[in-house]
Nanobody, 122 residues
Framework: VQLQASGGGLVRAGGSLGLSCAASGRTFSNYAMGWFRQAPGKEREFVAGISRSGGGTYYANSVKGRSTISRDNAKNTVYLQMHSLKPEDTAVYYC????????????????WGQGTLVTVSS
């Protein structure tokens, strides 16, 4: 499956931003989806995940309560809406896909988008 992330940009602290990830190539609903991020000099980390049906969602503690992951299987798209952004949210955000259930470890994902940069200014 091919993934194309979009929606990154520059936002002030306290602001909101929405990311999208469009999938193509295979049956989207067969894949659990995850959002990860990687800040300069840091390892890639899990942000949020959503089950194949969308009925299960999972969040890293760092974004819980400030972010919402959702998906539209009819549009082959997964979304990440982020609020109350902080400078420490600055990173390249990646979407990823895997069969079966959501995982929080990046190596468990089989397919990756190209990443979209989110910069939060203080």
């Amino acid at each position: 499956v091919q993934l194309q992330a979009s929606g990154g940009g520059l936002v002030r602290a306290g602001g909101s931003l929405g990311l999208s990830c469009a999938a193509s190539g295979r049956t989207f609903s067969n894949y659990a989806m995850g959002w990860f991020r990687q800040a300069p000099g840091k390892e890639r980390e899990f942000v949020a995940g959503i089950s194949r049906s969308g009925g299960g969602t999972y969040y890293a503690n760092s974004v819980k309560g400030r972010s919402t992951i959702s998906r539209d299987n009819a549009k082959n798209t997964v979304y990440l809406q982020m609020h109350s952004l902080k400078p420490e949210d600055t990173a390249v955000y990646y979407c990823a896909a895997k069969e079966a259930g959501v995982a929080v470890v990046s190596r468990d994902y089989d397919y990756w988008g190209q990443g979209t940069l989110v910069t939060v200014s203080s």
